[in-house]
């Protein structure tokens, strides 16, 4: 046993009212730079939708992640080592930006410059890349809230498959149409293919927390990395040509701080803790051999911090003592392997990801209480499970490789929950089978109940910093005491954008000078 | 000025290639990249780009063998000057084709692709002008001469060299074709370090070698982010 820790996070996607809110604070921290418009590190895809890049959830298209090879071995999809560097020239199967959307602004110039006439004057859509005016086609959210989602809902690779797996007629008719929100950052992965992919060592994962990373400096470019990613969430700069993906924030999260997405979510639904994982069962657990299985094993590879054995490996393996005494106190590890009740994205890519949902119930409540039955009774909600609005096949496809099994439990547990702490609030009678019906104890589903809709803020978040030694330095690599305004915008340096030696700007300052200059400029040239 | 041209040239390219890529590499990790422009427009480069490179490749092995196999070794392997020459005409013929056909697609696709076009540097067009240039030379020269016997001139000559003992009388009487085609070629040596074309420098033949998951540290001297120079330390405890 090797213990490793990891910061990781859990969404109840029960609360997500798709504001997009955590979207563009997130934009605005890190990707509000040319080169990376169309970068959106956290983004919310209305489901049933294409998502964002369209369709990525096909990896017969994609070829991300991992599959087993005959013999049984984890393989990267998307082929071996040599095949990869035979085809590093041209990879066969990168989104092009078009896949994302072609990033544009307006001409705003022409509204205050335009000759006197009998028309309004327009401000024209200008393409960001090619410089002239263009089509808005595509954007990151062209389908948000099922828009369009009779021509564009078939496409969407999940009701594909249930279609052809299930036979399911899914429609999408306005009276029977059904959605929810999928808000997605990059997981973290502990077997993360886009760390295998890259043939620099560039991208790395982080002993101290688990946090995926791209060395800026040691990035060739050659956009393996895009590809690797099943999530697709290593995104390509393509002005500086190096990769960027999702920090997770790491900057805050080393001094104790949520990510900017967590933070400042209106549902408040992002929780984020420590696991503790043993790094020599990853291998094995990322390749059992039924997809089905990979919830099992990845649970597998979780470690329970209250047990005294694992606490003291976990000291021996240089887990610092706060972590420890956090991993205790950890909501995702008490959502995740406590409770049971979320369930990791996609676990079929087999990439064991780290950031978990909890899958949404409010639809049903409201589909049994039209019916005129009482939404909340425990026997009508257990029976309507499968009866959801929802349907289990679709959340199935998403959290556990089509096996309804792990949905309907969560979905149940959360149903108890409702039932249970309805009887507390009217005063009816508790009916202790109820939580044991779903493998819980009363005082368990108080305390989820707690976690989940109390969800105050110092329990949602339970971050340790960095080795509290380090502290003090930590804080001065967030806050540099040398002041880096230095350099902000990235002027293009004789060898091609951003190129030469200087510190790079912090990405705030960069981003704040840049929106002012976006927010200010007439014409796209300005830009 | 031939003992410059074919004598001290060369040691001044190498000169400026070996500490052009230090101070490259010292200076400028950031910009080490193969700035690649498949994001916004892949058909054309999916066929030109392979078709450009392994050329490219090709013609590089070609240029190793016909500098580093002298003449009697080939014979000594009983394969006879007219078989070899054939090889080297059919071979190299085929390489530098691909190779051109290749970057000329990849240069139309510069032009013709708006996005691709504006990410195009000055200092990209300089050196396509001397990449296309010299491929071009090349493959004129090669079929210009088809039978000239350059074992017995500049390969011997490109040998002198890496015994420090070049011999600059091979060079004088070789055709002006592949004495501009070698001088360019030089000049495309002397330019790489400080052009885009770095990239083949990084080729990831590491990779073929290492394990799949990469883990590091938080190293503690990279922390800050600034480097604090000497005297300028931060007074507070
Ligand atoms: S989700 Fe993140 S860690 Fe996992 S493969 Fe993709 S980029 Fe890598
Ligand atoms: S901020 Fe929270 S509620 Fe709003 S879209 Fe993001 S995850 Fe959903």
Redesign the interface.
Known sequence: MRVMAQIAMVMNLDKCIGCHTCSVTCKQTWTNRSGMEYVWFNNVETRPGQGYPRRWADQEQWKGGWKLDRRGRLRLRQGG??R??AE?????V????HDYYEPWTYDYANLHEAPLGDDYPGARPR?L????PMEIEWSANWDDNLGGATELGPQDPVIQKIREQVGEKVRFAFEQAYMFYLPRICEHCL??AC??A????A??????DGIVLVD????????QCVTGCPYKKIY?N?????AEKCTFCYPRVEVGLPTVCSETCVGRLRYLGVMLYDADRVTEAASVADDKDLYEAQLGVFLDPHDPAVRQAAARDGVPHDWIEAALRSPVHALISTYRVALPLHPEYRTMPMVWYIPPLSPIVEAVAETGFDGEDADVLFGAIDTLRIPVEYLAELFSAGDPLPVQMSLAKLAAMRHHMRAINVGDPVDEDVASAVDLTAQQIQDMYHLLAIAKYEDRYVIPT?AAG?AR??E??VM???C?VGVVEGE??????????R??P?VSLETFHLTRKRQTADREEEL | MNTFLWGGLPYLVLGILVTGLIWRFRYDQFGWTTRSSESYERRILHIASPLFHYGILAVLAGHIIGIFIPASWTDAAGVSDKTYHLFSLIAGTAAGILAIVGIVGLVYRRRRYAPVFRATTKNDKFMYVFLVGNIALGLWAKLSHADYDYRSTIGPWARSLFVLQPDVELMTNVPTAFQIHALIGMALFAILPFTRLVHMFSAPVKYLFRPYIVYRSRDPKQLAEGRTRRGWESVEP
Request: glycine letters at 10%.
């Open positions: 080592r040599l990869k560097l590093i020239f041209a990879n066969p990168l989104p092009t930006v393409s890349l090619s410089g002239r077997n993360p760390v295998a890259c043939p620099s060592g991208i790395y994962k982080r002993v101290e800026q400096d040691q990035c060739r470019g050659w956009r390509f393509h002005r500086t040509g190096k960095a380090d330095r930590l001065e690599s540099p005491n040398e880096s293009p340096g004789p060898l091609g954008d951003d190129s030469g030696r510190n790079l912090m």
